[in-house]
């Protein structure tokens, strides 16, 4: 079922004109082998200037090993990797200047405070006191963190230490960001503060690589996106681009109590449908064109006498798209 | 970078509470119980020499080595043993009336002694023997050599009685370790003492352990921070170290100030030399510290949990939990002593106070020197290390 898509409408020629931007992250045929397994398999992809890319993939499709091996934390089998157009190594310190990192890991110090924290990471490239002390102020703002500067790591909750995590990683003004998974584990309020704080962060001319297994996410602030699986790129290209492969234009749901099976074969015989299913609770029926569905299903259930509490229409997902291309659910 | 780095890892360590407990708290805290425990064992000693009883049989009689050495501890205003001398079974009475601490016969030409319980004079009185019983090994393998000596030249008429005799006088005057225990120059204390002022440089290791974690970016998410930094790993680690030392300074000269003002030890005049075999000590702790923490693959609370493991058994080995206990290690497994850190602070420390001997003590120091140098060399292969297999 695997097969490598890609959309056909160029995000950069499409969205943003024919100008192609330049290439900060470049990685060809990147592998990366534990033993028998492949945890990445053959990756190529570029990140561009000033661009939110999203690494989107269920938990264990080599999200993080990716990451890891473009900052040459992790030795790879084969494959290479440039950064700011030159090869990225181990030492390569002028590269690492201009990158900030915020992994999925709370990366702090339980004896520092949150201030400490972010001058302490900060330090590590500024050198300059007073420099560094508008650099974690502005971070702090970036984040909203600025009522609990004199607090420590512990006195947090998991939103407000997801929060200073990104502070400790952006607080230098990297032009390159990497965030691997960074809402995992935390409140809505704290999501969105965060996921504006990227958005605010590409504005100001840092170029992004985050990655998620919330599609949700990725649809909200990724300018592209890259479906992965096992190690492989199964899809890539915008959010619009990519919720078309799922061959989907509609999806309506019904909740229904109790439906006999027969249902669920006379349902995908409705004019424009690709796919029913029934969970115990909820009819999904699956249209390739978006017109008039909503009536056709209501007739179709009221005819039957199939007794609904609900009924609502959707726009395919990235799950869907997901499910379409590798036979699963994003989350399973 | 430097000072940016130093701040923050004295920082890293002085609120880190679990750390300032075992190197600072924890060495005061024994310091303090044991002088509460023991304080009185020397003066309660210098008062009480410990009862004991001889078997005076031919065996016993034909025993120069245990009948000169026992003979000659047990004389004098600081003797060491009242001996009894008597037969089996009266010695056995007084045992099982407790009139005497221990027994002591010659079966087979070895000595056998029987204790009614396990105390500190029981644990000196078999101290004593063994110690004569090396002597008396000593002696007989000299002995031989000699005669074989004389053999090979061609002197075969010899005063066999007068070459024992004469060696065993030489030995015991020269023997260092049997007038150790003697009462005017054994204090338990003290040992305990030297013990935890060998625990306390060791310690160290902790300190340089916790900041080497935090730089490591296959041990720890901050260690992840650091490696993808602008910053080269020698600039962390070093001032990372350098902190560590300076933290281990300050808990030692608070250490030594409770020793010296409060639990009122006298170092005498060795006080500068026992400065540096601490300093020495020290860093041989934190050698050991970073290469916990480099070679060993195991999570961070592990690593402390093992270190301070490794660091009370090195002080088991030393004599800290028993007297005897180093010298049964010296005699029967050697090598752990020879490589046990703890023990070489320890050696450094009676070489000063009881044996007086410059060479043992400078041998001490450098042995430690050299177990820094050794152990800190394997480990740089690993904190030169900057990509991993895994993470």
């Not at chain 1, 999501?191 to 958005?199: D, Q, T, V, Y």
């Not at chain 1, 409705?270 to 249209?287: I, N």
């Not at chain 2, 400078?362 to 900057?386: E, K």
Request: net charge negative; hydrophobic share 40%.
């Amino acid at each position: 079922m695997l097969s490598v898509q890609f959309c056909t409408d160029n995000f950069f020629t499409s969205e943003r004109g024919s100008n192609v931007p330049e290439k900060i992250i470049e990685v060809k045929g990147l592998t990366k082998e534990y033993k028998e397994l492949k945890a990445v398999d053959d990756l190529s992809f570029d990140v561009y200037e000033k661009e939110i890319l999203g690494l989107l993939g269920p938990n264990g499709s080599g999200k993080s090993t990716t990451i890891n091996s473009i900052l040459s934390l992790l030795k790879y089998s084969s494959g290479s990797i440039k950064i700011f157009g030159k090869e990225m190594t181990p030492s390569a310190y002028d590269i690492k200047r201009d990158i900030g990192v915020i992994f999925q890991e709370v990366a702090v110090f339980e004896e520092l405070t949150v201030y400490d924290n972010i001058d302490y990471f900060c330090g590590l490239y500024i050198r300059d006191k007073k420099k560094r002390r508008e650099y974690v102020e502005e971070a702090i703002e970036v984040v909203g963190i600025g009522d609990y500067k004199k607090f420590y790591p512990k006195q947090l909750s998991g939103g407000l230490l997801r929060r200073l995590n990104i502070a400790c990683g952006i607080a230098h003004k990297p032009k390159l960001i990497f965030l691997d998974e960074p809402t995992v584990a935390v409140d809505p309020q704290s999501r969105n503060h965060i996921l504006e704080g990227i958005k605010k962060l590409r504005e100001n001319g840092a170029t992004i690589l985050y990655t998620t297994h919330y599609m949700e996410e990725v649809e909200q602030i990724c300018d592209r996106i890259i479906i992965i699986d096992k190690g492989k790129i199964i899809a890539e290209g915008s959010s619009d681009s990519l919720k078309r492969l799922a061959n989907i234009e509609e999806k309506i749901s019904a909740e229904i109590h109790s439906l006999p099976e027969k249902a669920v074969e006379d349902a995908k015989k409705l004019k424009y449908a690709t796919d029913a299913v029934y969970d115990g609770t909820t009819l999904s029926v699956s249209y390739s064109e978006g017109r008039d569905n909503l009536t056709r299903m209501v007739d179709f259930l009221r005819n039957n006498n199939y007794h609904y509490k609900k009924l609502y229409s959707e726009r395919p997902t990235l799950n869907d798209v997901f499910l379409e291309l590798t036979g699963k659910e994003l989350r399973d | 970078m430097f000072f940016h780095n130093f701040r923050y890892s004295l920082k890293l360590l002085l609120k880190n509470k679990q750390l300032v407990f075992w190197t600072l708290a924890f060495p005061i805290i024994m310091a303090v119980l044991f002088n509460m425990a023991f304080s009185n064992i020397d003066n309660t000693e210098k008062l009480d020499p410990i009862d004991i009883a001889v078997v005076e049989d031919d065996g016993f009689k034909n025993s120069l080595i245990y009948k000169n050495s026992l003979e000659s501890l047990s004389k004098g205003d600081d003797r060491l043993f009242n001996i009894t001398y008597t037969d089996e079974k009266k010695a056995k009475e007084l045992l099982t009336e407790h009139k005497v601490t221990g027994c002591f016969k010659i079966v087979k030409n070895e000595p056998v002694l029987t204790v009614n319980s396990n105390g500190i004079n029981e644990t000196v009185f078999c101290y004593v023997i063994d110690e004569i019983k090396s002597t008396g090994d000593l002696v007989t393998t000299l002995g031989t050599e000699e005669i074989k000596r004389n053999i090979a030249s061609g002197k075969i008429n010899m005063d066999y009685e007068a070459i024992f005799t004469d060696l065993t006088e030489d030995v015991l005057e020269s023997d260092a370790n049997i007038k150790d225990v003697s009462v005017s120059n054994m204090s338990y204390i003290m040992i305990e003492y030297y013990s935890l002022i060998a625990m306390a440089c060791m310690y160290s290791g902790l300190l340089s352990m916790t900041l080497i974690n935090y730089r490591l970016a296959n041990v720890s998410a901050v260690g992840k921070r650091s490696a993808v930094s602008s910053a080269k790993k020698i600039s962390i680690i070093f001032p990372s170290l350098c902190a560590s030392f300076l933290v281990q300074l300050v808990e030692l000269a608070l250490l030594y100030a409770v020793l010296i003002f409060y639990v009122h030890t006298d170092f005498g005049n060795e006080f500068p030399k026992i400065i540096l075999l601490s300093l020495v000590g020290s860093v041989a702790g934190l050698s050991v510290g970073v290469a916990v923490s480099v070679l060993i693959k195991a999570g961070e609370n592990a690593k402390f949990t093992g270190l301070v493991g490794v660091i009370m058994a090195g002080c088991f080995f030393a004599g800290m939990m028993g007297v005897m206990m180093k010298n049964v290690i010296d005699k029967n497994v050697p090598v752990i002593n020879k490589i046990n850190p703890v023990a070489m602070i320890t050696d450094g420390l009676y070489a000063l106070y009881y044996y007086n001997s410059s060479e043992r003590y400078l041998f001490d120091v450098i042995s430690l020197a050299v177990f820094s140098a050794v152990i800190l060399l394997i480990s740089i292969r690993g904190l030169r290390r900057q990509t991993y297999d895994s993470i």
